[in-house]
């Protein structure tokens, strides 16, 4: 059924789901794998907990991607955009991208990650609306590194860059899934 956004996936539904949480699952472990080995690494039991929780987040918005769309393109932007939301907030809880990761300065992160949330909530997971959705998740992005350069972070500057650049990787694939009548 070629051109009805109905193509099957390179996986069956139940075997990509398998990968989906065993991989997440696997990441989970690996924390903990590590710590048997060195004392460099030295999580917590509330480290596990915010990891797993940002894990199951993650996983849970690509079923729900899945779900929304059979477009590889819509299921490609999703899977883009869910990855570089995991990232933004994983790179900011373990380091930090404007100083350390105690800095206040870095909750402005959470704006990005709020006009992500809100885009994709009004445009109720329609690909066109998620391409809208992802231009201005770019577009507040680009502020952040903006702003960061402004207070002297060469860091947040420079990540806003990759950020920007993986915001509209999404936007596009959501635009490719909106032009072919797919999500």
Same mark, same amino acid.
């Given at each position: 059924m070629t051109g009805t956004g109905h193509e099957r996936t390179a996986l069956p539904p139940n075997a990509f789901r398998a990968v989906l949480w065993g991989g997440a699952g696997t990441l989970l472990l690996l924390p903990w794998i590590a710590m048997q080995f060195t004392g460099e690494v030295n999580w917590t039991g509330f480290d596990f907990l915010v990891f797993g929780a940002m894990l199951a987040i993650a996983c849970g918005a690509c079923e729900l991607a899945m779900w929304a769309s059979r477009?590889?393109?819509?299921?490609?932007?999703?899977a883009i955009a869910v990855g570089t939301g995991f990232l933004l907030v994983w790179i900011n809880l373990a380091v930090g991208i404007i100083g350390s990761?105690?800095?206040i300065e870095n909750l402005v992160y /959470?704006?990005?990650l709020l006009v992500a949330a809100l885009g994709a909530a009004f445009a109720r997971l329609r690909a066109a609306g998620m391409a809208r959705a992802m231009v201005a998740t770019a577009i507040v992005h680009a502020l952040t590194g903006v702003y960061g350069l402004a207070i002297g972070s060469v860091e947040a500057g420079v990540s806003a860059l990759v950020f920007v650049a993986a915001w509209l990787?999404? /936007?596009w694939g959501f635009h490719r899934a909106a032009r072919a009548g797919q999500g």
């Open positions: 477009s590889h393109a819509y299921r490609l932007a999703a990761e105690n800095n /959470a704006g990005v990787a999404s /936007a």
